[in-house]
């Protein structure tokens, strides 16, 4: 894929770039450690302050750095907003609490004095140089929420972004800049996927984070398990959305559009699987589909319209091989299915809910990444945890009911790595998140997340001491 910016809504080219050569990358990697070594001895007072300004700059960048990831990947631009409003929250949250996160832990002396210690220290202490590939949905909030517990741990960080979001990428870098981060402490890499591998290995690279799909997870994972390197891993997503009867059906359902179009549809974190009881399928049903039916379909800088185009003219064409095999295999079109018509440009889809589904189609295993929506009819809970655990991702689960019961059993058997009541999924700085099964691994935000690149050190102290 070519580094350049193709506006989704057109289809129209308006900025390429080169990518990095040999010679540039290596002033990268030469850069990146020279800050390392400098910024792992600042303390989080410094930091802070850094993080701190770089949350006001992006504050007053708001608008023009909305517009501009609108621009490179199509999400409405109130989205857009309120991703970037998210990226300074996030960024105030760690500056005023990395230190309390990452602060020493002193081990009762009861417990570590038959090792022939008087005392013990546990210690949190930077990794290096980290390298973040990173996708072009949340293109600003992906990097910064590893990017800001990074650095406040005292890592450096090397970006290599989507090929598709460049002018944002360079904005992320050039932000730390003007917020007083020493040169080289963050650095956005404008290189091709090929070129991952041989940074990768380099040994001034201490370790990868990587947000995108399985198979460019499975190749960071290998190279860096061959290197020995730490990785965190957060992959595709198929999060169930379990509605039972004792659910409020008006408000599972307003709630469920939302969480199925974010972003267009092309969220990992999105609800994809509906899995209703069918005690109340068929009200769920109507509801949910009269509320698809009615989003607005358009020009994603148009405040009005509700869903934009797809990020790139591939994953229109990837979205619609699954509904058109769900269909040709049974499946019925409740509603959409189809490009929108009066958009002969761009890469537009209707929002679509599919009912019927069964294993036997492609989008009952594969991650539809776009406004598209599976319903399943289930006849009880125990169908209805089945049914959720049958994918091989495990990213986030959704579950409306009022029913304490039914919520122990979801919370104990759902495999995911979050489940969320009554309420759509959503990331958070204070709380931890990250999948299971083929969704990836490791934590990003909370104190899990700021520790995942920490070397996690032991400092024990003899009698004398």
Known sequence: MAIATVNPATGETLKTFDPLNA?????????????????????????????????????????????????????PLAQARAEAKKCVKTMRWYAHHAEELLAD??????????????????????????LAV??????????????????????????????????????????????????GCFQTLLIGARAVEDILRDPRIAAATLTGSEPAGRSVASIAGDEVKKTVLELGGSDPYVVLPSADLDKAASVAVTARV?????????????????????????????????????????EHTDVGPLASEQGRSDLEELVDD???????????????????????????????IDPDMRIHHEEAFGPVASLYRVADLDE???????????LSSNAWTRDPDEQARLARDLQAGGVFFNGMTASHPGLPFGGAKRSGYGRELSGHGIKEFCNMTTLWYGPED
Not at 62 to 74: A, F, K, N, V
Not at 143 to 153: C, E, I
Not at 265 to 280: E, L, M, N
Not at 336 to 350: K, T
């Open 134 to 183: 990173m996708p072009w949905n949340f293109p600003l909030w992906q990097v910064v929420r590893f990017a800001a517990p990074a650095l406040m741990a005292g890592n450096t960080g090397l970006l290599k972004h989507a090929s598709n979001v460049p002018q944002t990428a360079l904005y992320i870098e050039e932000l730390f800049r003007r917020a007083g981060f020493a040169e």
């Open 326 to 356: 769900a269909v040709h295999r049974g499946a019925t079109a409740l509603c959409g299915g189809r490009r929108p018509p009066g958009h002969p440009a761009g890469w537009f889809y209707e929002p679509t809910v599919l009912s019927g």
């Open 384 to 394: 209805a945890v089945t049914v959720a655990n049958d994918s091989p991702f495990g």
């Open 23 to 75: 010679g540039e990358i290596e002033d990268h990697l030469v850069r990146a450690e020279q800050a390392f070594q400098e910024h792992r001895t600042t303390g989080f007072a410094y930091r802070s302050e850094r993080l701190l300004a770089a949350a006001d700059l992006l504050e007053a960048d708001l608008d023009s750095i909305s517009r501009t990831m609108t621009t490179e990947m199509g999400k």
């Open 262 to 302: 974010q972003n267009n549809g092309q969220s990992c974190i999105a609800a994809k699987r509906f899995i209703v009881h069918t005690d109340v399928y068929d009200d769920f049903a109507a509801r949910f589909t009269e509320r698809m039916s009615a989003l607005t379909v358009g020009d994603p800088m148009d």
């Open 105 to 130: 832990e002193h081990p009762d002396p009861a417990d570590v004095t038959d090792s022939g210690a008087a005392r013990a220290v546990v210690r949190y202490r930077p990794l290096g140089t980290v």
